[in-house]
Nanobody, 118 residues
């Protein structure tokens, strides 16, 4: 059974940091393009960061460049998002996604809430 489980969200003050994790099971993330999306209330889901399956440089939304870092640990089938210098506008539910260009298969996690507030 395919599953993506996010964790690490929470409440943090502006300027603070959080690290999100996404543990995958039922498929091997090293063969998938892995991404983080977020959705704030009243907004569409937007791509935050993406990392290719085989090498290549990650891509970031302009709004998070220089503050967020996406990474993957293929040995433990887990995706990460390190978020630094957090701003109130980063408040959203964060989702991880796996996508295969070969099969068009895509998998989503259930999301984890990140709230940036003083």
């Amino acid at each position: 059974q395919v599953q993506l489980v996010e964790s690490g969200g929470g409440l943090v003050q502006p300027g603070g940091s959080l690290r999100l994790s996404c543990a995958a099971s039922g498929f091997t993330i090293s063969f998938y393009t892995m991404s983080w999306y977020r959705q704030a209330p009243g907004n569409e889901r937007e791509l935050v960061a993406q990392i290719p399956s085989r090498g290549g440089n990650p891509n970031y939304a302009d709004s998070v460049k220089g503050r967020f870092t996406i990474s993957r640990d293929n040995a433990i089938n887990t995706l990460y998002l390190q978020m630094n210098s957090l701003k109130p506008e980063d408040t959203a539910v964060y989702y991880c996604k796996g996508f295969s260009w070969l099969s068009n298969a895509q998998y989503w996690g259930q999301g984890t809430q990140v709230t940036v507030s003083s």
